[in-house]
């Protein structure tokens, strides 16, 4: 037999020997309180009366309780070692009624002996009582060994194992964004923040609309970067939710600033609250790779589709006719007239005016080289190939309030420059995305050229819906700004919107570069790419087993996803997973938070009521804006009749 064998038989011996003490006490207890009835009986005896008499000099029978606990708890000991075969039937109420019935029984037995009646019928009543509230609790210990103690059932969603700890240090640094969360680890809720202290690293936040992207996380980043002195830049899809937001906090944190930033917004539906400003303005046009990316950007984001055939013919050809037009008119007159509308009219001039004109600057003879051949031998399908997709799409953004607003000079896009700090707020319209979201990409890729540099003031550019705009080389911004210290969020509701207008590769790196990221409710193959890039965590398993002649249960741990796909899924508003970065000298071990972001929503809203509206920048008339969409006509018409009578006159010489 094995040791075990023998641990076993040696541990039943000891609880049949304990229960048998305790059906022993309670058999002298009968004897000894029902003595009278047993007198009448005749069950006595001389030696068990004198056995009896020095029991009780022990103080056993004090009273009618003291020998009932001791076999009470003699009972209860047996019970504790009882093993009975388990049984999934059994309940833990009918248990507990054979516990509570029998203590009743067995304890409230005694007030039988105030019956009237005769000590022998006091007696047997007495005993039966007893005895059956004895059995009783026996019955329900034996029943409770053979419970199946598992919890199985209680967590349905596996929520609890799925919960682990995370960051409650209050972590800040002079560039920090840090949101006050609660979260719940094991069934406890508990206080944490999530501390952002290297926005420098990018910042990715994600959410389906409604996740609360905008109220939870990008109203705090805006605040507590105007609280910290940042210079700023605001990509407002639906203006002027977030431009409100930056136009207030500024006024109320002017003192936090050595040198108090200007504020200025580019609004193309309501012209008397915007600036002007020229995104092709000559001070910033250093070289013709300057062009050619400005060229790129307005082109990509009037053509989406585009973008994954960068490199074909019928893609490349347009990209290089805008950029001889842009290059053009930078060194015309050094930039006098460049502006994109500038540019939009002079690529509307007739090709037998238009390409001599052209050809004059020797620095873009090269780009104007394949047009002007096709034009010389009369191959015209080609040349529209190259040139008329350029023109239709430029001459969607020849509108009155777009020139007006794009011709103007009333700051320029180097916003952390530490002399001249600004914020600026550029506002979208939804239902003009496409337009509007083409000339802003165009904004958005000039002030990225500029402010990406050393020795400038820290800046925060915050895009909402960023995929509604476009621009090449944010990747590069990301990975390279960081050490010029320019924090960049981008907002967007899903990868595949991303990846749908940026092409899967350009997202791809986009998602994959964000040192943090802070996610809401999101589904299919962003909630299963998150799942993965949080990893797993140790969980307890358990397993239940059942046959004919045993039971057992089994527990276990293993890896598994610290935030399933599923629960991102269904993540509700207010409610985020993300990961955080850290620095070389403030280590952050608990990056990953699944949280509930507080807001203290009373409050926020007194604020948000209490918020005043965007100034006025002028009163504009619409008949100034037709004044200067004609003026812009008669520059390029007057532009190409002097450069066609100068031609003409060097000809002749």
Not at 3 to 28: P, W, Y
Not at 306 to 319: A, L, M, T
Not at 329 to 336: P, Q, S
Not at 583 to 608: C, Q, R, Y
Request: charged share 20%; aromatic share 10%.
């Amino acid at each position: 037999m094995s040791v075990t064998g023998e641990n076993e038989q040696g541990l039943r011996k000891i609880i049949d020997l304990t229960r048998f003490a305790s059906i022993f006490i309670l058999l002298l207890h009968f004897y000894y309180f029902c003595y009278v009835a047993f007198e009448q009986w005749e069950i006595k005896s001389t030696i068990t009366d004198r056995l009896m008499s020095n029991i009780s000099r022990t103080g056993l029978f004090a009273n009618s309780f003291t020998s009932k606990f001791v076999g009470l708890g003699l009972l209860i000991i047996s019970l504790f070692g009882a093993q009975g075969k388990k049984d999934e039937k059994i309940n833990k109420r009918s248990i507990e009624a054979y516990l509570l019935i029998g203590l009743v029984l067995y304890l409230g037995s005694y007030l039988f002996f105030k019956l009237q009646y005769p000590a022998q019928t006091v007696a047997i009543i007495y005993m039966t009582v007893t005895g059956v509230g004895f059995l009783l609790i026996l019955a329900g210990g034996n029943l409770l060994s053979r419970l199946i103690k598992y919890n199985l059932g209680d967590d349905v969603f596996n929520s609890l194992n799925e919960t682990f700890p995370q960051e409650e240090r209050f972590i800040s640094n002079e560039y920090s964004i840090n949101l006050p969360a609660r979260y719940n680890l094991k069934g406890r809720t508990k206080k944490s923040w999530i501390n952002i202290i290297n926005p420098f690293r990018g910042l990715l936040v994600i959410g389906s609309p409604g996740a609360g992207k905008s109220w939870f996380v990008i109203q705090h980043i805006i605040k507590q970067h105007i609280e910290k002195g940042f210079s700023m830049f605001v990509y407002d899809f639906k203006y002027d939710d977030l431009s409100r937001i930056a136009y207030n906090w500024l006024q109320r944190n002017k003192h936090q600033y050595q040198i108090k930033p200007s504020f200025y917004v580019i609004n193309f539906d309501n012209l008397s609250v915007s600036h002007r400003c020229n995104p092709l303005d000559p001070i910033g046009m250093n070289d013709i790779t300057d062009a050619t990316e400005s060229a790129r950007t307005i082109l990509l984001g009037l053509n989406r589709e585009w973008i994954n055939k960068q490199g074909d013919f019928f893609v490349e050809s347009p990209i290089n006719f805008v950029t001889a037009v842009i290059w053009f008119l930078r060194k015309y007159e050094d930039g006098k007239y460049c502006t994109l509308p500038h540019v939009i009219e002079l690529m509307q001039a007739e090709y037998d005016e238009l390409f001599p004109v052209l050809n004059t600057q020797p620095e873009i003879e090269v780009l104007v080289n394949p047009f002007i051949t096709a034009y010389q031998n009369d191959a015209m399908e080609q040349l529209e190939g190259q040139v008329a997709s350029a023109k239709i799409g430029m001459a969607r953004l020849a509108a009155p309030a777009l020139y007006w607003v794009l011709s103007g000079n009333d700051f320029t896009l180097d916003i952390n420059n530490p002399k001249h700090p600004k914020i600026v707020c550029v506002g979208n319209n939804p239902e003009k995305q496409q337009i509007y979201g083409a000339v802003l990409s165009l904004y958005i890729s000039r002030l990225i050229r500029q402010v990406n540099r050393k020795n400038m003031q820290k800046c925060s550019l915050v895009f909402d819906e960023f995929p509604t705009i476009y621009f090449n080389n944010i990747d590069s911004l990301i990975a390279t700004a960081r050490s010029n210290k320019v924090a960049t969020t981008l907002a967007m509701q899903d990868f595949s919107q991303l990846k749908k207008d940026y092409g899967r590769e350009q997202a791809d790196v986009i998602v994959n570069i964000t040192g943090n990221i802070i996610s809401g409710q999101v589904m299919g193959e962003t909630s299963k790419l998150l799942s993965e890039r949080f990893g797993k965590i140790m969980q307890d398993r358990q397993s239940l087993s059942i046959n004919r002649t045993d039971t057992s249960i089994s527990h276990s741990k293993q890896l598994d996803a610290a935030i399933p796909a599923s629960k991102i899924a269904a993540l509700s508003s207010g409610e985020f997973v993300g990961l955080v970065a850290d620095n070389p000298d403030e280590k952050i071990k608990l990056k990953m938070f699944h949280s509930e972001i507080i807001n203290d929503h009373e409050t926020l809203n007194a604020e948000v009521a209490a918020y005043h509206d965007i100034p006025k920048v002028s009163d504009v008339t619409p008949q100034q804006v037709l004044d200067n969409y004609y003026q812009v006509k008669m520059d390029i018409k007057r532009l190409i009749g002097e450069e066609v009578e100068r031609l003409k006159a060097e000809k002749a010489v």
